[in-house]
């Protein structure tokens, strides 16, 4: 994309967040969307094909970031579940303007789903740290809603608490720690 599309893809993408935070996903409409992004008909679907492709791509452009899959810094080569942890709630606080008044609103639901999913390729990775006579999908499912209620607890918090403690705090509620 050259700028001119990203500045145009920037604006839509800003647009729909202002809308979810003031309005359900369901009652917002694409001329509500072109409206808040100043840009015509023809340019919105030159991006997007329908508004639930729009929402594809602003979680996916969202969570990629959250969970990419470099170290982070502070944490050396090769971390452990609670790194990973602490990672992501790092990456949730940098991006606290677009993530907390979308995870918390009245379409939080729908983020959270793609935001579960994502955690789930997290767990995945870490299942063989946990008791072997837990069903997988059991231990998934346990894991990916208690994390994420604890993300959603934490924004709530305002993030008062550090992203280490509130991962901390998570690996003792799973007698990992």
């Known amino acids: 994309m050259d700028r001119r599309q990203l500045k145009t893809r920037k ?6 967040r202002t809308l979810l935070e003031k309005k359900r996903y369901d009652h917002i409409t ?7 992004a100043d840009v015509g008909r023809s ?5 997007f094909e329908t508004k639930d492709l729009l929402l594809d791509a602003m979680c996916a452009e969202i969570f990629d970031h959250v969970f990419e899959n470099d170290p982070c810094p502070w944490a050396g080569k090769d971390y452990d579940l609670e790194g990973k942890l602490s990672h992501t709630l790092w990456h949730i606080r940098e991006e606290k303007t677009d993530l907390t008044g979308i995870l918390l609103s009245d379409s939080g639901e729908l983020f959270m789903n793609y935001f579960k999913a994502h955690l789930r390729t997290v767990f995945e990775g870490y299942l063989d740290t946990f008791h072997s006579e837990i069903p997988r999908e059991f231990l998934l499912n346990h894991l990916t809603g208690s994390f994420s209620e ?3 607890w934490w924004l709530k918090q305002e993030t008062k ?4 403690e509130t991962a901390r705090y998570f690996m003792l509620s799973c007698g990992l720690r």
């Open 161 to 164: 608490i550090t992203p280490e």
């Open 150 to 152: 604890a993300v959603r």
């Open 11 to 16: 604006a839509i993408f800003k647009a729909f």
């Open 43 to 47: 340019t919105f679907y030159a991006h």
């Open 30 to 36: 694409v001329q509500d969307i072109i409206d808040e």
